[in-house]
């Protein structure tokens, strides 16, 4: 409250904005719940109960043996989380969503062999319509193939003890090895998922992988059993379709359901990335009207961040997508940046260094409100925030110390004492940060710095772009700009090496075309180049 009433005293004296800019909340408590180690034990302890409860409706035989079989199996894939997977382990909500994942195909493995075992569902075709890929799918698109194959691996084992007793068509065994082989098919083929098609796709050759897989443990004929016998061509046809159907099914339910998960806990899977690549977005519609260059400019380092994130495994679409918008904040006053001013009215000649770098620095905090009012993604604004870091705005403040050094000298000659003098205070030129988190925020923030660097070149050069390049990489270590990211040494010099391929093909020079005259050939090229007749004659080429 006194803070409130001290902020309108200072907004009556024209000392403070009485906007306020929009924040992402960031209390206490949500914090607690995400990594509190008693939200795990809460998120462990229901998973468990669920299991229990799959297992002993039903007609089960020895439930408790198979509980405590599935609680040790529980353990171990939360002792798998905690060494091989430490983020997600670390993050409550990644946790609730791959036990809640793991649970809901439990679910469906329970709900389908209890209708088979109750006669609703055929017994020839209850096992084969068995989504055996739908966890390993949604994770590994989700989260990655890692989880992907820790999801097909821990529930084909939770899967085998629900299954025994069930039904004697397949065994604990034959559903194992099933689930085992059709979620690691599942994973394999969504490696790179950019198009909702592709989840289609792995729909297919998971439910083709489960027809193989029917034909050899002889759920479908048995064929195999059967080679030379009377075979019902039509029953095996039926159940073939239901074999492959079942898989494509499986990856329709997964399209369906990713936005769903990707709203609630967050996340932006390569298909959004590649949603939010759309240049006509309102955001960047406005920039080509208002803001040419810096639009250009964030081409430009899309281009050369998606090509690094490239070279060293990242996530490239990401890395694109969040160049695009890295620089929205300017927007808000175009003309104070350098791709976009006017050099016959350059607003800075008229302003303070102080005062210009306040502008220049302003940018990002002005993405940033523009961002959350657009609803963008939480990785775009964090990119937005970090591309900078917290390096200084070099030109303003060289500037001003130049201003003070020739007050310095002015003031020998008029008698000024030195304290009368202001001091140029080097953190007012100074980024607000935070440092780049991610690999793609720390590719997005050198390739911003090399763009701009690279059009100051008088003559484009391997050498020189290469010193250029090398030369920001060392002043962005030094500087410790690069502490809080996860880039080593290797993976610097092959962004380095990306930045340079990608310069030399945006900033090659063409060869200059001779110049036309009213004969057709410009009078140099007639005295250069032999005269040429007949039917192999070429017209003079024009100017691009």
Sequence with gaps: MIKFFEHQRLVKKGLASPKKRRRRSSSEIAQLLET???????????????IGLLIFTGQQTQGMEKFLTSLLISLTALAQLWINHPRTFARNSRLLLVFGICFAHLAFIKGILALTWSGTIDRDFGPLLIPFAFAPLVLSVLLGRNLGIFAAIFVSLWGGILVNGLTPVLTPAIFIVMSLISGFVAVFVTLEVRQRSRLIRAGVFVGLATWVLALIFGLIGPIVLELFGNINWQLVALESFTAVSSGVLTAILVSGTLPILENLFHITTDISWLE?????????????????????????????????AEAIGANPTRARVCAYFHDIGKLVKPDYFNENIDLQNNPHNELAPTMSALIIIAHVKEGIDLALKHNLKRQIIDAIAQHHGTTRVWYFYKRALQQQEDA?????????????IPDVCEESFRYSGPLPQTKECAIISLADSVESASRSLEKVTPQRVDQMIRDIFEQRIKDGQLDDCELNLRELKAIAASFKSTLLSMLHSRVAYPKETRGGQAPEARSERPERSGPTALPPVSAA
């Design 36 to 50: 509190g180690f008693l939200t795990k034990f809460l998120i462990f302890t229901a998973f468990t109960a669920g």
């Design 276 to 308: 939010a690549a759309d240049l006509n977005h309102p955001l960047l519609k406005r920039m080509t009207i208002e803001a040419p260059g810096t639009y250009h400019h964030s081409l430009v380092v899309a281009n050369l961040a998606e090509a690094a």
């Design 408 to 420: 310095r000298q002015g003031g020998k000659i008029m008698n000024i004492r030195e304290e009368d």
